[in-house]
């Protein structure tokens, strides 16, 4: 008896091996959502979310407090895990100052977006080495005054292809 490989198996092995300009596209706008989620403090996809609407002072900066999808430190990264590498994570809470405070995660109070058009970006490769590959972007304004040059980093970790930056797409 000949026994062949599944075909949709030897498919997502395949896949998970190589990045695809298309999967280059989806996880950079997956990264632009997870990041803005994460600087609001709440998942609008989250239907019963409840959020406290006080802000705290903590080490000289206004905090809100996240909603309850983002209330612990867990939950934060569950979230972040599937799209950003752990190094990713833990250099993003640091850098954007996210803490938990008195039991539950807060986010310095900002501005929320930014006026740039990623769904319409272009992008080339420009560094292939191991597991990672580094692709140049060129992200339009949404004002359509012009365009800025962003590079980001996808680095495999446990077999899935992830930003190695919190704030790349932003």
Not at 9 to 15: E, G, S
Request: hydrophobic share 35%; aromatic share 10%.
């Amino acid at each position: 008896m000949l026994f062949l490989p599944n075909s949709s198996t030897a498919m997502k092995n395949q896949q998970s091996t190589e990045l695809t300009k298309k999967q280059v596209m989806i996880k950079t706008l997956q990264a632009r959502e997870h990041f803005w989620n994460t600087m609001m403090g709440h998942n609008p996809k989250i239907k019963h979310s409840t959020c406290q609407t006080e802000t705290v002072e903590h080490n000289h900066l206004s905090y809100v407090y996240m909603c309850s999808e983002f209330s612990t430190k867990e939950k934060m990264t569950k979230y972040l895990a599937p799209i950003f590498t752990k190094k990713a994570i833990k250099e993003g809470f640091e850098k954007y100052k996210i803490v938990s405070y008195k039991g539950k995660m807060i986010v310095p109070i900002g501005d929320g977006s930014n006026l740039l058009g990623w769904e319409k970006s272009s992008f080339k490769l420009i560094s292939k080495k191991g597991n990672t590959r580094t692709y140049e972007f060129t992200v339009p304004s949404l004002d359509g005054t012009g365009s800025i040059k962003r590079i980001i980093t996808f680095v495999k970790e446990n077999h899935k292809w992830k930003v190695n930056q919190l704030d790349a797409v932003m």
